[in-house]
């Protein structure tokens, strides 16, 4: 009786995984493993850049809708479709990139009366916070394009 039973299930199962639709194997919504660089080394080393990525993101409180405010993301924790994904992770640019003061969180965004860009001033006194404007010409200084 019990290996009529086995039988049945046995049939049931097959009959079941015959009306399945196929499995296609699962994509990550990360790219950790994109490279071929190196074979098993460069994989692992891939992983790990993104893995660094991913917690300069989470610790830049720039993962969900974070990313409007604090720059574009340098992980690709949602996927290669993602809008607020930086182009060039290890790439400075001011375009992707916070522009607001590296201290202090306390300050509000106020359109500057001349050029009408958002300047970040602080709340009492209203005195503009923002990097030294000389900080990209450094960044850039190297540039060759």
């Known amino acids: ?3 009529l039973k086995h039988l049945t299930f046995l049939l049931l199962l097959v009959t079941a995984e ?3 639709p196929l499995r296609t194997p ?10 071929d660089d190196g074979g098993i080394f460069g994989a692992v080393g891939n992983f790990f850049q993104e893995l660094d990525a ?3 993101d989470a610790t830049s409180r720039r993962l969900g809708a974070g ?11 949602y996927g290669k479709d993602d809008k607020n994904k930086k182009l060039d992770r290890s790439r400075p ?5 916070y522009q607001g003061p590296a201290k202090g969180g306390y ?15 602080t709340r009492m006194k209203k005195k503009n916070i923002e990097r030294n404007p ?4 450094r960044v850039f200084a190297n540039d060759d394009n």
């Open 1 to 3: 009786m019990t290996l």
């Open 54 to 56: 991913f917690v300069d």
């Open 107 to 121: 300050f509000q965004w106020k359109p500057d009366e001349e050029t009408g860009e958002m300047k970040p001033v």
């Open 134 to 137: 000389n900080y990209w010409d």
């Open 67 to 77: 990313s409007a405010f604090y720059g574009k993301r340098k992980s690709s924790f």
């Open 93 to 97: 640019d001011p375009t992707e990139d």
């Open 26 to 35: 699962r994509e990550s919504p990360t790219v950790m493993f994109e490279k």
């Open 18 to 20: 015959s009306f399945a």
